[in-house]
């Protein structure tokens, strides 16, 4: 079974005929607007579908399907999936609101990093969520790799500073920060992350950085917004998306990689630990159609 099997199916192409008319065309239309692939951009992918048949004489449904993922495929190569982990240590910061699986996909990060041969520290820099710091140890202790944390309601910007000392004195490969999940004030989010910044770039000065958004695709358009308001308050590099195998809205994935121009690292399809992998546009394309 493929990775993206687990995917809800919304079998884009499954109830059009054989005839490429204008009817199809508004079908596919509707059909992607329900995948949760946003107005603008089902425009621009279904135009480009018009070119493509056109410039290359396509004739059946199976050869437009065909250009339809190649297509959705090229919307969204924004970036690689890999990770920039150039250097020792690297940093990656895992940023988004309470409930769409941060704690977790850090966890399931770090063990398959672990796996690799790399070693891995956990810090544990959301000290406003009661027994955040906790579940990050429990994964820590699930994917053996060390932790740093301190008490609830510690200053996170302290917690990354003891991480990063202990990434220094440990020899450590990379560290995965885990952040509160805030968004009410992107002001104080901003400033939050300012100061967690600063300390990173004052601690470890060149080291190679990577900020990831973690988004629930069940949360459809809401995902999107999240994602602007996210980019506008801390500049991401990245999006992790989890749940995908919990809707049928994955055309989510594809918004947000045109819209932001920011490339999906990761997907989640599921619970365990390895249902969670470095993302593949083409996969991804061949299964949502």
Same mark, same amino acid.
């Given at each position: 079974?493929?990775?993206?099997?687990?995917?809800?199916? !919304? %079998? !884009?192409? &499954?109830?059009?005929?054989?005839? /490429?008319?204008?009817?199809?065309?508004?079908?596919?239309?509707? @059909?992607?607007?329900?995948?949760?692939?946003?107005?603008?951009?089902?425009l621009e992918l279904v135009e480009a579908l018009r070119r493509r048949v056109r410039e290359e004489r396509i004739k059946t449904m199976e050869e437009a399907r065909s250009a339809m993922v190649?297509?959705?495929?090229?919307a969204m190569n924004t970036g690689g999936?890999? /990770?920039?982990? @150039?250097?020792?240590?690297?940093?990656?910061?895992?940023?988004?609101? %309470?409930?769409?699986?941060?704690?977790?996909? !850090?966890?399931k990060i770090g063990h398959q990093l672990r796996k690799e041969g790399k070693k891995v520290l956990f810090c544990a820099a959301d000290t406003f969520r009661a027994a955040a710091a906790e579940q990050l140890t429990i994964? @820590?202790?699930?994917?053996?790799?060390? !932790?740093?944390?301190?008490?609830?309601?510690a200053d996170p910007a302290a917690v990354v500073f003891d991480a990063m000392s202990a990434a220094k004195?440990?020899? @450590?490969?990379?560290?995965?920060?885990?952040?509160a999940g805030r968004l009410h004030n992107k002001q104080n989010l901003m400033n939050e992350l300012n100061k967690i910044s600063r300390?990173?770039?004052?601690?470890?000065?060149?080291? &190679?950085?990577?900020?990831?958004?973690?988004?629930?695709a069940t949360t459809g358009q809401n995902g999107l917004i999240q994602a602007k308001q996210f980019q506008e308050a801390a500049g991401i590099t990245g999006i992790?998306?989890?749940?995908?195998d919990g809707t049928a809205k994955g055309g989510i994935a594809i918004a947000i990689a045109k819209e932001l121009g920011v490339p999906v690292k990761y997907a989640g399809v599921g619970e365990s630990v390895d249902d969670l992998k470095?993302? %593949?546009?083409?996969?991804? &394309?061949?299964?949502?159609?």
């Amino acid at each position: 079974m493929g990775f993206f099997d687990k995917l809800k199916k !919304i %079998n !884009i192409f &499954a109830s059009f005929g054989s005839e /490429l008319t204008d009817d199809f065309y508004d079908e596919l239309e509707e @059909s992607l607007i329900l995948a949760d692939t946003g107005m603008d951009v089902t425009l621009e992918l279904v135009e480009a579908l018009r070119r493509r048949v056109r410039e290359e004489r396509i004739k059946t449904m199976e050869e437009a399907r065909s250009a339809m993922v190649q297509i959705i495929a090229e919307a969204m190569n924004t970036g690689g999936a890999a /990770l920039d982990l @150039s250097t020792t240590p690297s940093v990656v910061l895992f940023i988004g609101v %309470n409930g769409v699986g941060k704690t977790t996909t !850090i966890g399931k990060i770090g063990h398959q990093l672990r796996k690799e041969g790399k070693k891995v520290l956990f810090c544990a820099a959301d000290t406003f969520r009661a027994a955040a710091a906790e579940q990050l140890t429990i994964w @820590s202790d699930r994917a053996g790799v060390d !932790i740093i944390k301190q008490h609830e309601g510690a200053d996170p910007a302290a917690v990354v500073f003891d991480a990063m000392s202990a990434a220094k004195a440990r020899k @450590s490969d990379v560290v995965l920060v885990d952040t509160a999940g805030r968004l009410h004030n992107k002001q104080n989010l901003m400033n939050e992350l300012n100061k967690i910044s600063r300390v990173i770039d004052r601690e470890l000065p060149g080291c &190679a950085r990577e900020t990831l958004l973690v988004l629930d695709a069940t949360t459809g358009q809401n995902g999107l917004i999240q994602a602007k308001q996210f980019q506008e308050a801390a500049g991401i590099t990245g999006i992790v998306l989890t749940k995908l195998d919990g809707t049928a809205k994955g055309g989510i994935a594809i918004a947000i990689a045109k819209e932001l121009g920011v490339p999906v690292k990761y997907a989640g399809v599921g619970e365990s630990v390895d249902d969670l992998k470095p993302f %593949n546009a083409a996969d991804f &394309a061949q299964a949502l159609i």
